[in-house]
Nanobody, 116 residues
Framework: VQLVESGGGLVQPGGSLRLSCEVS??????????VGWFRQAPEKQRELVAQ???????NYAPAVTGRFTISRDISKSTVDLQMNSLKPEDTAVYYC?????????WGQGTQVTVSS
């Protein structure tokens, strides 16, 4: 299983970014797994940002609720994170995650920097 993120970058406060994660190696089982996005800021622990459970229901961290939207495309095995109204405290490396009964799988991470 491999996860490849894209879409990070530098954006001003109040701006928007869209992150995308392409998952390979799961075949038709992609929809069976929980997929989501985590982030890790310097000197902080990795934290959950948003997640789509296998049944399709989304979960969001309180800090991003109302600003971020997670979505998945089962036909393409992708999971996206639309981030609006970005704040400096959203600055972090964002990681795509797939949770299976066997293991947790992670992407390499993509940097998001919110700064004026």
């Amino acid at each position: 299983v491999q996860l490849v993120e894209s879409g990070g970058g530098l954006v001003q406060p109040g701006g928007s970014l869209r992150l995308s994660c392409e998952v390979s190696g799961t075949g038709i089982l992609f929809s069976w797994y929980d997929v989501g996005w985590f982030r890790q800021a310097p000197e902080k622990q990795r934290e959950l940002v948003a997640q789509i459970m296998s049944a399709g229901s989304p979960n969001y961290a309180p800090a991003v609720t109302g600003r971020f939207t997670i979505s998945r495309d089962i036909s393409k095995s992708t999971v996206d994170l639309q981030m609006n109204s970005l704040k400096p405290e959203d600055t972090a490396v964002y990681y795509c995650n797939l949770n299976s009964p066997i293991a947790d799988y992670w992407g390499q991470g993509t940097q998001v920097t919110v700064s004026s």
